[in-house]
């Protein structure tokens, strides 16, 4: 049996105290009818989280019951709603009846050891939780429980924060190599376990070896095993998955630069010489080498020696374009490489792919080449706009993204098309977003369109008349367009207007909190409330929303007395609703009991 050494340390807090535990539908079914009744009654309470009424009923049953069964059951699911409503010190006391009464119960006693520590640990007694969890995994019966891995992952947690790291390691190995911890363990629990175990085999003590035996054993680094290939050193996938850890646990701050060096030798030195002829990789762990100042300098030399090596004469264009990002930084070295694009058997597809990798690599003069290149009216609206707002923000060279709006003939695309690259050029170029909302052959969407464009460009006056316009030339877009006006009405205090607007909107019930709003505005605060009424009067969702709502109108009046009212009368008319929470606390801000209300109606 495993001996685990327990030293006090606060660690990472908020753990879960992992799924809740059920009686097995064959127990149930083995029960008395009037236990079974009993049970299902107190679990389809505890199941809407009603925690102190599902208290009750499980206390019933133990009472009436106490030979029964399930009541170990019971007697932890009543621990459980104490629990769950902080009421810790009363549910460990619940807990260890079960312990004393029924250790052999191994579902609920083991169950019920877990959730001491983890009473203990949200009740800031964390070597007491410790403790509890060592001795739940020093008991081989409840070593065997769902909540196991999740107690031995707490002692892990605490070896690695007392700088144990080999201690912390094994016993997260020992959560996904044993069967019963790994299937009963939450996926973030096990993602964690992982992510300890490769950070620490691969960034704080670099050993292939270490990570290799990992994988084989636990079957690859994910929460579910896969396939394993008997050629490990060499498999793509294993290969893929240790370099995506080297890099994501390799940035270093700048005081460590000896460190980094040494973790990118390491690494470079042990992966370069596997998959030769695997350009994608081989460029992929030359870039690590580059992270070594002493191989710097010989960086953009085994760039080339991988190019001639593995060239690649039958797919030459696309052999070429894949080497530009492995060249960033090296201007002369680019303009090497783009010399060797076969530009007369380049596809246009090809093309936009060497224009996007140029961009990367911010090859101004090259890209510009490269556009000319293309067959820019040939391409569909996405595959431009792409291009375009690529280049535009990422080169960035706004008169060539230009050149390619010109060139690609927008006019080719439908309206909603159109709009897209309008709504991209709104803070870049409003001169040719208006030339573009010209050319879209539906009118009436053009403007509609074009009038969020007039007020996200603070043109108001035509805002306004273009909108008007439309209320009169387009019923499809008349309630959006209206719901506008309202906004620029409102914003321009013109409350009567903005009134006009929401009602002709007709976007009940949402425009008439919206008049409310404007009557309170406007200095008419009956209105407002009236307005209020009438939603609650119509809408019986809305009920306790606008009734809360008119008691927030009567705290910006400053009338203290009928906001009080308005908040008991929430309480009391839609005690269910999470409104009455907030008038409650509302009140007790305030300083007053909950009672009365009537004085509001």
């Not at 609920?108 to 949200?122: L, N, R, S, Y």
């Not at 490269?370 to 291009?387: C, D, F, G, Q, W």
Request: proline share 3%.
């Amino acid at each position: 049996m495993t001996k685990y050494s327990i030293v006090f340390f606060i660690i990472f807090a908020g753990y879960s105290a992992g799924k809740e535990l059920n009686f097995s539908k064959k127990k149930m079914a083995k029960l008395e009818r009037f236990e079974e009744f009993s049970l299902l009654k107190a679990d389809k309470i505890f199941e809407m989280k009603k925690f102190p009424a599902a208290s009750k009923l499980y206390d019933v049953f133990i009472v009436e019951f106490p030979k029964s069964t399930a009541t170990a059951y019971a007697i932890y699911r009543k621990a459980r709603c104490l629990q769950l409503t902080n009421s810790r010190i009363k549910a460990i006391g619940e807990y260890k009846d079960i312990l004393t009464y029924y250790p052999n119960d191994i579902a609920f006693a083991a169950g019920a050891q877990f959730q001491i520590g983890q009473c203990e640990w949200d009740n800031q007694n964390p070597g007491k939780a410790l403790v509890v969890w060592a001795k739940m995994l020093q008991d081989k019966d409840y070593r065997t429980h769902p909540f196991a891995g999740q107690a031995l992952k707490r002692l892990a947690d605490n070896m690695m924060a007392q700088k144990k790291y080999d201690d912390g390691v094994k016993y997260y190995s020992e959560i996904i190599f044993n069967t019963t911890f790994r299937k009963g363990t939450p996926p973030t629990v096990l993602n964690s376990a992982i992510a300890n175990i490769v950070y620490h085999n691969v960034r704080r003590n670099p050993s292939e070896k270490k990570y290799q035996d990992y994988y084989l054993k636990a079957k690859g680094v994910g929460v579910t095993p896969w396939k394993i290939s008997k050629k490990l050193s060499e498999d793509s996938k294993y290969l893929s998955n240790l370099r995506a850890h080297v890099w994501r646990y390799g940035s270093f701050k700048k005081h460590e630069k000896s460190v980094k060096e040494k973790y990118y030798s390491y690494w470079h030195s042990t992966l370069k010489t596997r998959r030769l002829n695997d350009t994608f990789y081989q460029l992929d762990v030359a870039k690590m080498g580059f992270s070594i100042a002493a191989n710097k300098i010989n960086y953009f030399a085994a760039v080339n020696k991988i190019f001639k090596r593995n060239y690649d004469a039958k797919h030459h264009n696309d052999y070429v374009i894949s080497f530009f990002p492995a060249l960033k930084g090296n201007q002369a070295l680019i303009l090497n490489y783009f010399k060797k694009v076969q530009f007369n058997n380049l596809s246009n597809k090809q093309c936009v792919t060497l224009i996007h990798e140029l961009v990367k690599v911010r090859a101004k003069k090259e890209t510009e080449t490269a556009v000319s290149k293309l067959k820019a009216e040939t391409l569909n609206a996405r595959e431009l706009h792409r291009i375009i707002f690529t280049i535009w923000d990422r080169l960035p060279h706004p008169a060539l993204a230009k050149n390619l709006i010109q060139r690609g003939k927008l006019s080719r695309f439908n309206d909603q098309e159109i709009n897209s690259f309008c709504s991209s050029l709104w803070t870049k170029d409003p001169v040719l977003v208006e030339a573009l909302y010209k050319t879209m052959k539906d009118r009436n969407y053009a403007d509609f369109k074009r009038l969020s464009f007039l007020v996200s460009q603070r043109r108001i006056k035509a805002a306004f008349k273009l909108g008007y316009k439309l209320t009169e030339t387009s019923e499809k877009h008349a309630s959006d367009t209206w719901w506008i006006l309202a906004g620029l009405h409102e914003n321009a205090k013109q409350y009567p207007q903005a009134i006009r607007a929401l009602i002709m909107a007709n976007r009940a019930p949402a425009s008439l909190y919206r008049i409310a709003e404007c009557h309170f505005k406007n200095g008419v605060v009956k209105k407002c409330i009236a307005q209020l009424f009438e939603i609650e009067k119509f809408y019986k969702a809305e009920r306790p929303k606008a009734a809360l709502t008119a008691a927030h109108y009567y705290r910006r009046a400053g009338n203290p007395k009928h906001e009080i009212a308005a908040l008991r009368k929430v309480i009391k008319a839609y005690p269910k609703s999470k409104q009455s929470s907030s008038a409650h606390v509302r009140l007790e801000e305030l300083g007053v009991t909950p009672g009365g209300g009537n004085e509001y109606q």
